[in-house]
């Protein structure tokens, strides 16, 4: 089956400690994309990986970073959690056809962190 | 500057009259839009998208939407809702010139009573 897969769903850390939210798609997907989501404001980007080595920044990066060593993976690592880190957060991935990102993302089911 | 506007945060429809979901964007360039449905404790799922072509898109469990390109709208209709139907929805733009960027509106919780 063509899916997205996060680990964990549901992680409760204290502030300071470092944790890495792992992304995997088994779809062969060049793009990849990490995102949170907080109540009024949406899905916000924090970073995405246009492929493999290639990664950039999105709109909210600060305070995580990610890595694509494979085309499969795409870990989200928070090296010192704060508390306003604390939210609902989205892998997702789509794939380049024809030379154009006009394909959907594909979404993971979700990483509920709460920072304490 | 890419943004998306979704105007309404909460929409209530009685089970079987239509329903509009409202979503205006701005990019620099030509668009791509997009409909995302988000159930409770779920990721995002693709409804529909517009890419060129037709303005009117058909896309899952009924839904479509309208392209209008002078008033720079995409509005999820569907003629008949159900109560299944309820759920968060989102609309995303990504801009043909900066394929990187995916722009999602703040979402429109819909709410459709039996």
């Known amino acids: 089956e063509a899916q997205v897969t996060q680990n964990p769903r549901y992680l409760i850390t204290v502030t300071g400690k470092k944790l890495t939210v792992t992304c995997s798609q088994n779809?062969?997907?060049?793009?990849m994309s990490w995102y949170r989501q907080d109540p009024g404001l949406g899905l916000r980007q924090i970073y995405y990986?246009?492929?493999?080595?290639?990664?950039d920044k999105g709109d909210v990066p600060e305070g995580y970073k990610v890595s694509r060593k494979e085309k499969r993976n795409f870990p989200l690592i928070l090296e010192s959690p704060s508390p306003n880190q604390t939210s609902l957060y989205f892998c997702a991935s789509s794939s380049f056809l024809g030379g154009s990102y006009n394909s959907p993302l594909h979404f993971g089911n979700g990483t509920r962190l709460t920072v304490t | 500057a890419q943004s998306v506007a979704q105007p309404e945060d909460q929409v209530n429809v009685a089970e079987g009259n239509p329903l509009t979901v409202k979503c205006t964007y701005s990019?620099?360039?030509?668009?791509?839009l997009f409909w995302y449905v988000q159930y409770p404790n779920r990721g995002l799922q693709f409804l529909l998208k517009y890419i060129t072509g037709d303005n009117l898109v058909k896309g899952s469990y009924g839904f479509e939407a309208e392209f209008n390109k002078s008033q720079t709208s995409f509005h999820l209709k569907k003629p008949s809702a159900l109560v299944s139907d309820s759920a968060l929805y989102f609309c995303a733009v990504r801009d043909d010139s900066s394929a990187s960027k995916i722009i999602f509106g703040s979402g429109t919780r819909l709410s459709i009573r039996p």
């Open positions: 990019v620099s360039g030509n668009p791509y």
């Open positions: 990986s246009m492929n493999v080595e290639v990664t």
């Open positions: 779809m062969n997907h060049e793009y």
